[in-house]
Every structure is written in structure tokens, then in C-alpha cells.
């Protein structure tokens, strides 16, 4: 089966076009990823530190919980809230439903200084969103939707029946190679 473009399905063209819109979703994707370092260079913070903010700004998290949305070991994630709370960046206090278990919460003056660092570009975001009619924005929203679902392909992909617990996979049946 051949696409529009005559080429194989499932093959880029060569060279892949690229228009404007996806040069742009480049430019926008690659500066995204530079913020969390910036902004932990000017608080002080490891990126990781800035990441375990960003989840807990969202709601109070247990520390295994915490660990988990960052993929670290739950060792590593203790030692972050360790860091964050030496700085007076959070605070552990016990569960409202569950008082075995602990809890993580921003503390009030961490809200402030990451929303500090991070108002020169919320400032540009609302001003650019307020530059668009209704119309406009619902056409970018769509983009951007799809265009998140295009990466949760890559980050977050489909469980396969393989992976599935109980099914052996292929690789799991052949014999271990010798290093």
C-alpha cells in the first residue's frame, strides 16, 4: 500500500516535508523542554526538584506516588523531598484519610517563587492566547491536542497483549546470549 505522496505506508518521504506548522511545533516542543532547567538554575534546584514541584503544585502526593510520576526509586524520591524540604519548599504532613501514610504539599512560599520565575513567559502565553478569537483559539487547541496525542504515542504508548502479566513474549522464550 503506497500513501498519497507515492511513497510506502508507514515510510517518510525523503526528504520529509516539513511545513510550517511542524517547524513551529519543533521550535515550540524544544524551547518547552528547556524551561524546567532554566527555572531549576534560578531557584537552585535540580531539574528533578523542579519536576517533583511541578507534580506537587498539581495535588499533595504521597512520597511513592511522587516517585513514581517521576520514575525514580522510591530512595530517590525521598531524598528529593529531603532536598525540597531543606529548602522550605514543602512540607510532609499525614493523610486526612489515612494518617499511616504521608503526604507532600508545596509550601506557600515555593508556589510564589516558581510562579515568579515563571511569569515572564505565563505573562506572553495569556497575551498571545488573547490574541486569537474564539474561532482561532479552538483551531490551535485542536492542534495541540493532536499533537500531544502524537507524543503520548512515543511516552505513553498502548499496552500490547505481550506485555500483558501471565503472557510469555518471544524474547522471553529464547535462551539468554552468552556477553
Request: contains cysteine.
Amino acid at each position: 500500500m503506497t500513501s498519497k505522496t507515492g511513497t510506502p505506508a508507514g515510510v517518510a518521504p525523503d526528504p520529509w516535508e516539513q511545513t510550517g506548522s511542524l517547524l513551529a511545533l519543533r521550535e515550540c516542543t524544544e524551547s518547552a523542554a528547556r524551561v524546567r532547567g532554566a527555572v531549576a538554575r534560578r531557584a537552585g534546584l535540580s531539574e528533578s526538584e523542579v519536576g517533583a514541584l511541578q507534580h506537587l503544585m498539581s495535588e499533595p502526593l504521597g512520597p511513592a506516588e511522587l516517585s513514581r510520576r517521576l520514575r525514580v526509586s522510591t530512595a530517590a524520591g525521598t531524598g528529593i523531598v529531603d532536598r525540597l524540604a531543606g529548602h522550605g519548599h514543602v512540607t510532609r504532613q499525614a493523610h486526612p484519610d489515612d494518617r499511616r501514610r504521608t503526604q507532600v504539599l508545596v509550601t506557600a512560599s515555593a508556589r510564589a517563587e516558581v510562579f515568579g520565575l515563571m511569569f515572564p513567559m505565563l505573562s506572553a502565553l495569556r497575551e498571545l492566547d488573547a490574541s486569537f478569537d474564539a474561532d482561532e483559539r479552538a483551531v490551535v487547541e485542536r492542534y495541540l491536542r493532536g499533537a500531544a496525542a502524537a507524543f503520548r504515542e512515543i511516552t505513553d504508548p498502548p499496552e500490547s497483549p505481550e506485555s500483558e502479566p501471565g503472557t510469555v513474549t518471544p524474547s522471553a522464550t529464547r535462551p539468554a546470549q552468552p556477553r
